[in-house]
């Protein structure tokens, strides 16, 4: 049954061969936790006290709560099939629960540390550190996806109402306001690129050839800048945008307000920062208050 459940998702729901393998190792690991508790029991006569067994004993192993949820995943869309396909006559992971996640709040860069990074005398004035320098600003002070940077044209910036056209996921086009800073910044930038960089594409940041910026060029950019100013193992373009929101929320701005600029289709997604920048009060009372 499991090999026809493989195949199924391989060759009718097109699934990928890493996904197949990893719903592979969670059934031959659920089988073999109820082969070993009574070697006549089969995937027809299973019930939901087994499979919380199976979860229980992951949990005594060490698992995070992540992977037991991921293994769990895989013995649902089995018995799915399995049922659909009339080879079990019930379905006993259908109610069962996985353990509850343990929330990882996004990380940020403090608003001290952007400063000391973007104020900061040392950058140069050769087309390299310009563009570096832009694209940290851009990041900061828009909360936009590293694809999204990428995928900027100079027709999207528009300096006289000084806002980016913006594409998001799914292509949905969204508008970004920006400020003074960025749009002295843009404009330096943009004349440096002209005067150095022998132009061979529309985009706003290109490479050195003249060609649109890589993510990963992005990626290796944010990363070797930050380590400048900040401890975090994390590095990434995305946690600037995580320090847009946090920093926009620890100043006043509206959830829904900040919803709309990040591009979220889910006032519950942006909600998370919110956690974040409580987080950040609990810290500055146990810091600030004498009993704290």
């Not at 090999?3 to 890493?18: D, G, T, V």
């Not at 029991?41 to 006290?49: C, E, N, P, R, T």
């Not at 087309?127 to 590293?146: H, P």
């Not at 940041?205 to 910026?213: A, D, Q, T, W, Y």
Request: proline residues 2%; glycine residues 4%.
């Amino acid at each position: 049954m499991t090999e026809l459940f493989l195949n199924y998702l391989r060759f009718e729901r097109n699934r990928s061969m890493e996904t197949i393998k990893r719903y592979s190792q969670a059934l031959q690991s659920f089988e073999t936790y109820f082969k070993n508790r009574e070697k006549e029991l089969d995937w027809a006569s299973v019930d939901a006290d087994l499979i919380r067994g199976w979860m229980e004993s992951q949990l005594d192993a060490g698992h995070e709560a992540t992977t037991i949820c991921t293994n769990l995943s895989a013995v649902k869309s089995f018995f799915r099939f399995a049922l659909s396909r009339k080879l079990v006559e019930h379905d006993p992971a259908h109610q069962v629960l996985g353990p509850k996640k343990r929330k990882i709040l996004p990380q940020f860069v403090k608003e001290s540390e952007m400063d000391e990074l973007i104020d900061e005398t040392s950058w140069s004035d050769n087309y390299k550190d310009v563009r570096a320098r832009t694209i940290i600003i851009l990041l900061y002070e828009t909360g936009l996806r590293r694809s999204e940077l990428t995928g900027l044209n100079d027709s999207d910036v528009d300096f006289e109402a000084r806002q980016l056209k913006v594409t998001g996921k799914r292509n949905k086009q969204r508008i970004v306001p920006f400020g003074q800073e960025l749009s002295d910044t843009l404009q330096h930038y943009m004349a440096v690129r002209d005067e150095e960089v022998s132009k061979q594409s529309e985009a706003l940041f290109l490479n050195n050839h003249g060609e649109r910026i890589s993510p990963k060029n992005v990626y290796l950019i944010v990363n070797q800048n930050l380590s400048k100013v900040t401890t975090l193992k994390k590095r990434s373009p995305h946690v600037l945008r995580h320090s847009f929101a946090t920093a926009m929320l620890n100043h006043e701005a509206g959830l829904e307000s900040v919803r709309r600029l990040l591009g979220h289709e889910s006032l519950q997604t942006t909600q998370i920062y919110t956690h974040t920048t409580f987080e950040q009060l609990r810290r500055v009372y146990k810091d600030a208050h004498p009993r704290g």
